[in-house]
Nanobody, 116 residues
Framework: QVRLVESGGGLVQAGGSLRLSCAAPGSIFSISAMGWYRQAPGKQRDLVATITSGGSTDYKDSVKGRFAISRDNAKNTVYLQMNSLKPEDTAVYYC??????????WGQGTQVTVSS
């Protein structure tokens, strides 16, 4: 079983910043694509940002220019830097590790709450 350990969520005022971290097993981290998803109450889980094993990134339109995903292969950790946060960014954020099209793993989720 692959365990992803997330941290960094919390409560922040609109306009503030948070950085999420997700640590993954070293044996597969460097060859895996990583992603952050979020799920607000009553809504489906949506993709926020992804980063390939080679470092290519992609973002949900609503977070472009505000969020940045990065990875440190030496620390087996992926990050999501979130700036200029808005109340609509409030959600549980989940880390995802994708080893292949059919093999992926999820973290336990971390709550991000942005107050207006």
């Amino acid at each position: 079983q692959v365990r992803l350990v997330e941290s960094g969520g919390g409560l922040v005022q609109a306009g503030g910043s948070l950085r999420l971290s997700c640590a993954a097993p070293g044996s597969i981290f460097s060859i895996s694509a990583m992603g952050w998803y979020r799920q607000a109450p009553g809504k489906q889980r949506d993709l926020v940002a992804t980063i390939t094993s080679g470092g290519s990134t992609d973002y949900k339109d609503s977070v472009k220019g505000r969020f940045a995903i990065s990875r440190d292969n030496a620390k087996n950790t992926v990050y999501l830097q979130m700036n200029s946060l808005k109340p609509e960014d409030t959600a549980v954020y989940y880390c995802n590790l994708r080893l292949s099209e059919r093999i992926n793993y999820w973290g336990q989720g971390t709550q991000v709450t942005v107050s207006s």
